[in-house]
């Protein structure tokens, strides 16, 4: 589903110097559906550029990365959004809030996005905010105004909203309590069973032992320390 | 999917000075795309050029036409691209004042486009006029008020009816949300994302605001000294910007 080879990646930061910082070289990796690979690696190793590269967030130097047939790398921005759209969901660290759209909707928007009826769609953003344990109350306001947990249960939401093929997911249980991280748990599992092919990066321990099904470290790529 | 628009080679010159100069893209329906750059950059020259209210000096329009023909609205007849400008396209401006007839009623002002592509039916066109109105949230009762005992955010909701009521395909705008306070930029904003999303537009959005782009734009396009430096979907250019240029803008941007 996932199939990346070859794939490098540099910063240059013109307004210092126009100094150039190599941070992945000749990274591989492939991901079946069903399965999934957790990101490893220290602080810095490249784990959230990977999978931003992934998601066409940002730009590979070379190689190619291809998802569900399309190669991210050489794309045009109209076929990555049809992608996002369709086959290949991220869920962030933090929550990127449109002004003014009430929470159910924000968790609704990408079944809409694919054309799914809008009860339907609402009903499905119910039971995910029901399990995340966001109070119905809370439910017709925009989350702008809620704190960063609720804020983040509310993003894990709609990023589980759609059964996309394919799924990318940073830090996803990361300052959840006991309850909400155990729902996230179930809700990748659910993902897996059905024939999603996911890449997460957990620093929890106990949950990348339980949902995934290798892990690579990402370390192996920084360029002067691979072999 | 065929492109409805198709841009090459525009440059246009003021004299010696350069107000845009070669460029190229391909615009596809549904697709909102975005200009920033800084002030004197040429996006309003490129976007008048585009729209038909400047002659560039070099390159061609490419517009899909209804019949599905491509023709060069550089080289058509004026009074067809004066059809066009009614019938398939809309500008929104940033003044409100220069997209709005201020001595004109509100409902005038909306009802004058549908009139003008050949409505007659007064009865309906009041009512699509109402519609319209509510669609940006103005209540029926501001119908017959003139824009000028209107607010800076109504004046340009009330452009927005104006522009969108004869149902085009394709949307230019220039600085929509400049000169507003940052709520009612907010509201604006909404409202045109949910309008583009459900007449399926195409847009061309010139603007100085980043946080605007990020939320409506699905491509970005950088310009800076008359020049396009960078293009790329518009998350990827905001926030792995490749050019001196937009790593500029980004970083003195607090948060976008
Ligand atoms: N937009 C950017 N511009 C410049 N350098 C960047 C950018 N994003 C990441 N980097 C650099 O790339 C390297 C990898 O960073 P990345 O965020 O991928 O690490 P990470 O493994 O996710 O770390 P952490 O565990 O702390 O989240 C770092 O040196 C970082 O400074
Ligand atoms: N009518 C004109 N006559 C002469 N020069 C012009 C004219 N209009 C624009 N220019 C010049 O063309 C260049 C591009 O101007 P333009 O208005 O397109 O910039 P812009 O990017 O829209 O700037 P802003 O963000 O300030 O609106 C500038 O150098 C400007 O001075
Ligand atoms: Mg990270
Ligand atoms: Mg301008």
Redesign the pocket.
């Known amino acids: 589903m996932i199939e990346i080879k070859n794939l490098s990646?540099t910063?240059t930061?013109h307004n210092q110097g126009g100094v150039v910082?190599p941070?992945?070289d000749a990274a591989e990796l492939s991901v079946a559906r069903g399965e999934c690979v957790a990101?490893t690696?220290?602080?810095?190793?490249?784990?959230?550029?990977?999978?931003?590269m992934i998601y066409g967030n940002?730009l590979a130097a070379a190689g190619s990365i291809v998802v569900d047939g399309v190669d991210v790398v050489t794309a045009e921005p109209r076929e990555i959004l049809a992608l996002r759209r369709e086959v290949l969901g991220y869920v962030s660290q933090f929550l990127r809030v449109v002004p003014r759209v009430p929470t159910l909707d924000v968790v609704a928007e990408p079944l809409l996005a694919v054309g799914v009826e809008t009860e339907v769609a609402r009903d499905r953003a119910r039971d995910l905010l029901a399990r995340l344990n966001i109070p119905e109350r809370l439910w017709s306001l925009s989350p702008t105004s809620f704190s960063g947990g609720e804020q983040q249960r509310v993003n894990i939401a709609r990023g589980f909203a759609h059964t996309y093929p394919a799924m990318l997911l940073?830090?996803p249980t990361a300052s959840l309590d006991a309850a909400n991280r155990e729902t996230v748990l179930s809700l990748i599992e659910e993902a897996k069973a059905r024939g999603a092919a996911i890449v997460g990066?957990f620093?929890d321990e106990a949950a990348r032992e339980r949902v995934c099904d290798r892990e690579i470290d990402?370390a192996v790529f920084t360029p002067g320390v691979a072999a | 999917m065929t492109p409805l628009l198709k841009v090459e080679n525009i440059s246009k010159f003021y004299g010696h000075r350069i107000g845009c100069k070669d460029v190229n893209f391909d615009l596809y329906p549904g697709e909102v795309m975005g200009i920033v750059g800084e002030s004197g950059s040429g996006k309003s020259t490129l976007l008048n050029c585009l729209a038909g209210h400047l002659d560039p000096d070099t390159g061609e329009v490419l517009f899909e036409m209804r019949d599905g023909a491509m023709r060069d609205t550089v080289t058509m007849s004026e009074p067809e691209r004066r059809m066009l400008s009614r019938t398939d396209w809309a500008f929104v401006h940033q003044h409100a004042r220069d997209g709005l007839r201020m001595n004109v009623s509100a409902g005038g002002n909306v009802g004058e486009r549908l009139m003008a592509v050949g409505a007659r039916h007064y009865g309906n066109i009041r009512e699509e006029a109402v519609d319209w109105l509510g669609r940006v949230e103005i209540s029926e009762t501001r119908v017959d008020d003139r824009p000028t005992q209107f607010s800076g955010g109504m004046q340009q909701r009330l452009q927005i009816a104006r522009n969108l009521v004869t149902g085009p395909r394709l949307v230019f705008m220039d600085e929509p949300t400049g000169g507003l306070d940052v709520s009612v930029q907010a509201r604006l904003l909404d409202l045109l994302r949910g309008l583009v999303r459900e007449m399926g537009l195409s847009a061309i959005i010139v603007t100085h605001d980043l946080a605007v782009v990020r939320l409506l734009a699905d491509r970005l396009m950088v310009m800076k000294d008359s020049h396009v430096v960078e293009t790329g979907l518009t998350d990827q250019v905001l926030?792995?910007?490749q050019h001196a240029y937009t790593q500029l803008l980004v970083s003195s941007v607090l948060q976008v």
């Open positions: 990646k910063f930061l910082i941070v992945m990101l690696g220290a602080s810095g190793a490249g784990k959230s550029t990977l999978m931003r940002y940073d830090e990066i620093h990402v | 926030d792995d910007p």
